[in-house]
């Protein structure tokens, strides 16, 4: 199983050409942006066996319970390769409550590459830092934006969720940043507004970032979010034309 946006393919490529060469049975699995996005042109392109288009979570199980008996047809959410032909299912369904998905079993990773990789360093290298995703979807349609993988839908994690969150950070890890990177953090201020309090309340002491969105920003919000302990709003400027 392997990831990876547009501007990635030729890594992608040649990373499955590289897992084909070692072992020619095995099973390519490829999610995220540009599996999303042009789903056919991998599958022709490259030696992925299965595309899983939009989010994984629930599509990735169903692959695993049905891949072993030849009953791919009939997981939704993909585009597979057999015998030269590609096949295309039935799209996966949006999860609509966040807050039960998991979190991630970082456990998994070398994290010592994702903390050392952070914005966050740019402003201070000391910061510990990893990446959290607090929301999916957004419903504006910036030109140089992509929303194929999450859609134009907003959907949003309860403050309570990722307060546990950042919780198990600091603790297992000992996290002192939080790169939030959702499309658009900023959407529900009245989310913010409760996130915010939470971790003033809990004397949490992180210092985080997120994506913002100009329009949506006033003076209130920024200074409970400073007082949270935000450092950096990441904006997307269109055009330096209000009229545009």
Do not use: H
Not at 41 to 69: A, H, P, Q, R
Not at 75 to 102: A, H
Not at 215 to 220: A, G, I, P, T, V
Request: hydrophobic share 35%.
């Amino acid at each position: 199983g392997i990831t990876g946006m547009t501007t990635e393919y030729k890594s992608i490529k040649w990373l499955a050409s590289a897992i084909k060469q070692i072992n020619s049975n095995s099973k390519i699995i490829l999610g995220g942006a540009l599996a999303t996005t042009l789903p056919e042109f991998v599958l022709e392109k490259t030696e992925i066996d299965i595309v899983v288009t939009g989010e994984g979570e629930e599509t990735i199980k169903n692959i695993m319970n049905n891949i072993s008996k030849n009953r791919l047809r009939a997981v939704k959410g993909i585009y597979f390769k057999e015998k030269n032909k590609i096949y295309k299912n039935q799209p996966q369904e949006q999860i609509n409550d966040l807050d039960n998905i998991p979190f991630p079993d970082r456990d998994l990773f070398s994290l010592d590459k994702y903390i050392k990789s952070s914005y966050l360093k740019v402003f201070d290298n000391s910061i510990k830092t990893l990446n959290i995703v607090s929301s999916r979807g957004c419903p504006y349609n910036c030109v140089y934006c992509s929303k194929a993988m999450w859609g134009q839908k907003y959907r949003f994690r309860s403050a309570d969720n990722i307060i546990k969150e950042i919780e198990l950070l600091k603790e297992t890890y000992g996290i002192k940043g939080i790169q939030f990177v959702d499309d658009l953090f900023v959407l529900n201020r009245e989310r913010v507004f409760e996130l915010c309090n939470k971790i003033i309340q809990k004397k949490l002491d992180i210092k985080w970032i997120v994506n913002g969105r100009v329009n949506l920003m006033d003076f209130e919000m920024l200074k409970k979010m400073k007082e949270a302990g935000c450092k950096v709003v990441s904006y997307g400027i269109e055009s330096g034309n209000k009229e545009n």
